[in-house]
C-alpha cells in the first residue's frame, strides 16, 4: 500500500493550496481517508476524514469553513482543498487510509503517506 501526499508548499496568509493523495496497493473505494497534521512541537492532530461514498465528512472545528475534502475513486485520490489559511495552520500534512469510519484518532489509520509541507507565512 501507498500513499502519496503532494501539493504542499509556501503560501501567504489568505491564500489557498490544493493537497492531493493518490493511493495504490489498495481497493480505494473500500477505505475511509483521513488528513492529520503535525506541527513542530506539537501532537499529530485529526484535520478531516471522509467516507467512502465521499457522502459523508467531518472536519475539525480549527478547519470548518476553510477546508473541504474530497475524493475521486476512480482515479484513487483524496483532496484536501485549504483556503483563507492562516499561520497556525503551518504543519505537515499526513494523509491516511482506514476501514473503520470517519475516525478522529490517528491511531485507528493503518496506512499513511509519507506527508507534504505546508508554511504558511503571515
Known amino acids: 500500500v501507498q500513499l502519496q501526499a503532494s501539493g504542499g508548499g509556501l503560501v501567504e496568509t489568505g491564500g489557498s493550496l490544493r493537497l492531493s493523495c493518490a493511493a495504490s496497493?489498495?481497493?480505494?473505494?473500500?477505505?475511509?481517508m483521513g488528513w492529520f497534521r503535525q506541527a513542530p512541537g506539537k501532537e499529530r492532530e485529526f484535520v478531516t476524514a471522509i467516507s467512502r461514498s465521499g457522502r459523508r465528512t467531518d472536519h475539525a472545528d480549527s478547519v470548518k469553513g476553510r477546508f473541504t475534502i474530497s475524493r475521486d475513486n476512480a482515479k484513487n485520490t483524496v483532496y484536501l482543498q485549504m483556503n483563507s489559511l492562516k499561520p497556525e495552520d503551518t504543519a505537515v500534512y499526513y494523509c491516511a487510509a482506514n476501514r473503520i469510519g470517519t475516525d478522529r484518532r490517528w491511531s485507528e489509520y493503518g496506512f499513511w503517506g509519507q506527508g507534504t509541507q505546508v508554511t504558511v507565512s503571515s
Open positions: 496497493g489498495l481497493v480505494f473505494s473500500t477505505y475511509f
